[in-house]
């Protein structure tokens, strides 16, 4: 059983938006961060989004700061990532992952998580 399930990607137009759902097979209090990362063809992994799941302090990559927003609830154990104002630019694949140490999880670096999900594909497009 896969720790995370991520959910809500698709095609979308440019200036669109999406949803990102990121299910927790166990209960995100287990887990003191949760971030969210793409992928695009031919990239490395990014960190896109990033929050801890006791204050909710929450980080973004610049190229995504004012469009995207995540957030957590921690009764669904699910974290979001509302995603608007799309861009091609923007188009992978989504992961969301856990944080492994306090320490580090706030710089939203790929090496820095773990548990990694199967990813939900985002295409912007017109």
């Known amino acids: 059983q896969l720790p995370f399930v991520e959910s809500g990607g698709g095609l979308v137009q440019p200036g669109g938006s999406l949803r990102l759902s990121c299910a927790a097979s166990?209960?995100?209090?287990?887990?003191?961060?949760i971030g969210w990362f793409r992928q695009a063809p031919g990239k490395e992994r990014e960190g896109v989004s990033c929050i801890g799941l006791i204050g909710g302090r929450t980080t973004y990559a610049d190229s995504v700061k004012g469009r995207f927003t995540i957030s957590r609830d921690n009764g669904k154990n699910t974290v979001y990532l509302q995603m608007n104002s799309l861009k091609p630019e923007d188009t992978g694949l989504y992961y969301c992952a856990a944080a492994r140490w306090t320490s580090t999880w706030f710089a939203c670096r790929a090496a820095d998580f773990g548990s990694w999900g199967q990813g939900t594909q985002v295409t912007v497009s017109s």
């Open positions: 166990g209960f995100t209090s287990d887990y003191f961060a």
